[in-house]
């Protein structure tokens, strides 16, 4: 739990710092923070990923 507390920004960890569980904290902020049905945010970091290169070389060879 001090992990996924610490791994947040201050002001958000500090939402979590009573939460029982680590369970519960990643269902909270997975509920809150996740953009599941967003697919144009999808598109566009798929795209973005497409582009990006090490080099000369794509993420996918490098």
Do not use: C
């Given at each position: 739990?001090?992990?996924l507390i610490n791994s947040m920004e201050?002001?958000?960890?500090q939402l979590?710092?009573?939460v029982p569980i680590a369970k519960d904290i990643w269902k909270i902020a997975k509920?809150?923070?996740s953009d599941v049905g967003n697919?144009?945010?999808i598109?566009?970091?798929k795209s973005r990923l497409r582009e990006t290169k090490q080099g000369?070389?794509?993420v996918t060879q490098y």
């Amino acid at each position: 739990m001090g992990w996924l507390i610490n791994s947040m920004e201050e002001e958000i960890g500090q939402l979590y710092l009573f939460v029982p569980i680590a369970k519960d904290i990643w269902k909270i902020a997975k509920e809150e923070y996740s953009d599941v049905g967003n697919s144009t945010q999808i598109f566009e970091l798929k795209s973005r990923l497409r582009e990006t290169k090490q080099g000369n070389m794509t993420v996918t060879q490098y």
